[in-house]
């Protein structure tokens, strides 16, 4: 089956960086455009970024310019580099594969960015 494990989260100060990582099992995963989604409390799930197959990303007004979302197809994984984090960063976020009707989510990782 289909298994999406999000590795990375933690606990940061206001400003720190962190790094997440979501390798992919089950599917063929360089057919499948790839995102980061984040929910914090009390709040919808928004989409942070995504990429393509091809390599092309897209990312969210509010974290422009300070995350990065890369693929390495070979290892099935993808990544999200985060600096200049802040308190409104804070949320659980997940990996999500779609290839036309397909989707697959992964379980999440916990993302606090607090002093």
């Known amino acids: 089956q289909v298994q999406l494990v999000e590795s990375g989260g933690g606990l940061v100060q206001p400003g720190g960086s962190l790094g997440l990582s979501c390798t992919a099992s089950?599917?063929?995963?360089?057919?499948?455009?790839m995102g980061w989604y984040r929910q914090a409390p009390g709040k919808q799930r928004e989409l942070v970024a995504s990429?393509?197959?091809?390599?092309?990303?897209n990312y969210a007004d509010s974290v422009k310019g300070r995350f990065t979302m890369s693929r390495d197809n070979a290892k099935n994984t993808v990544y999200l580099q985060m600096n200049s984090l802040k308190p409104e960063d804070t949320a659980v976020y997940y990996c999500?594969?779609?290839?036309?009707?397909?989707?697959?989510w992964g379980q999440g990782t916990q993302v606090t960015v607090s002093s």
């Open positions: 990429i393509t197959s091809a390599g092309t990303t």
């Open positions: 999500n594969a779609k290839f036309y009707k397909s989707e697959y």
């Open positions: 089950g599917l063929t995963f360089s057919i499948y455009v």
